[in-house]
T-cell receptor, first 119, second 115 residues
């Protein structure tokens, strides 16, 4: 079946512009995650969705970052007034959400990422 | 809170040699641990996962990892490196706190395979 898809694959924008990044998770996956991968920072968690709700937004770096998920499926990550430090690869992942005492049993399936460059 | 440490940002081996990538974790609860691989310009792909069923976990592409609670380690090994194994490898621990579920990643180890 289809995996996680993200669009665009590459985005170049000017400082101060807004950008929208899209994620299509695997059908039936109730959990959706956004991560950011940048040089020197590794892989950082941004936000987690369970259905359309986001119980954990703790990783969003500033109030310029927001995300939504509609219909329990597609998610959009929006960055307003982009800054050069926002340049990174933004990865989306989805999973079923079987839980045990210590956390998530199921693997997260990752999309190919969106490479954002802010000039 | 959970955390992961990967020793060595770069590891270089000869083709056919043993691969050993190190991962140590810190967790206040029994951990669920994962190894992911990332090839250039691609997303992350799961190699294997530990979810307490067995301490020696076998994954794809001939990789395996052993969970050692006494050492808080989950090192990744492969008996014989292949050129196609050159990639970046990430160890991760599942984090669950107050209805928040996420993976906490190590900083990654880039594996170089010399011919």
């Amino acid at each position: 079946g289809a995996g996680v898809s993200q669009s665009p694959s590459n985005k170049v924008t000017e400082k101060g512009k807004d950008v929208e990044l899209r994620c299509d998770p695997i059908s039936g996956h109730t959990a959706l995650y956004w991560y950011r991968q940048s040089l020197g920072q590794g892989l950082e968690f941004l936000i987690y969705f369970q259905g359309n709700s986001a119980p954990d937004k703790s990783g969003l770096p500033s109030d310029r970052f927001s995300a939504e998920r509609t219909g329990g499926s597609v998610s959009t990550l929006t960055i307003q007034r982009t800054q050069q430090e926002d340049s990174a690869v933004y990865l989306c992942a989805s999973s079923l959400l079987r839980l045990a005492g210590g956390g998530i049993l199921d693997e997260q399936f990752f999309g190919p990422g969106t490479r954002l460059t802010v000039l | 809170a959970q955390s992961v440490t990967q020793l060595g940002s770069h590891v270089s081996v000869s083709e056919g040699a043993l691969v050993l990538l190190r991962c140590n974790y810190s967790s206040s609860v029994p951990p669920y641990l994962f190894w992911y691989v990332q090839y250039p310009n691609q997303g992350l792909q799961l190699l294997l996962k530990y979810t307490s069923a067995a301490t020696l976990v076998k994954g794809i592409n001939g990789f395996e990892a052993e969970f050692k609670k006494s050492e808080t380690s989950f090192h990744l090994t492969k008996p014989s490196a292949h050129m196609s194994d050159a990639a970046e490898y990430f160890c991760a621990v599942s984090d669950y706190l107050d209805s928040s579920y996420k993976l906490i990643f190590g900083s990654g180890t880039r594996l170089l395979v010399r011919p």
